[in-house]
């Protein structure tokens, strides 16, 4: 049976919830909290603003890999896809975000994006690791292996 690692958002403790108790709203082991599972298993890229990073990035229960980006940037229009397909294959392992740069100035600034795309993976709500640049999947998975 296959299991997942989710992060709980209170105790930041890493609980190894079985398949098929997903949907049974699990408690942490440690501090005994709900943990909410309601968006982990969309299998789409959550849309993450200056207005919801902490709570969707850095007290995310998952590793995330967020997806800095401009509606005008060509190579991130190429990579836009590659999020999508991404989001479907790890969803419940790895959380995909997408950071419009341009509309959400604040984040941007504070990890110094100054080229899109600009992929940022953060694990127990730190940077990790920056990819800048377009690149082919193959290479965004074994960036992200540690983190799976």
């Known amino acids: 049976m296959s299991s997942y690692l989710i992060r709980c958002p209170s105790c930041r403790t890493k609980n190894r919830i079985p398949e098929d108790k997903i949907s049974l709203t699990p408690k942490c082991g440690k501090c005994g909290r709900p943990m909410n599972m309601d968006d982990i298993f969309t299998g789409k890229p959550v849309t993450v603003t200056d207005s919801n990073f902490e709570t969707t990035v850095l007290k995310s229960p998952l590793s995330v890999l967020l997806d800095c980006w401009a509606p005008w940037c060509g190579p991130c229009q190429m990579i836009g896809p590659v999020m999508e397909e991404l989001a479907g294959e790890w969803k419940g392992r790895i959380r995909i975000g997408k950071l419009n740069s341009d509309e959400n100035p604040g984040i941007s600034g504070q ?38």
């Open 111 to 148: 990890f110094q994006i100054r080229s899109i795309p600009t992929l940022l993976i953060f694990d127990n709500g730190q940077l990790k690791e920056s990819i800048v640049g377009a690149f082919p999947k193959q290479h965004i998975i074994q960036k992200m292996a540690p983190y799976l």
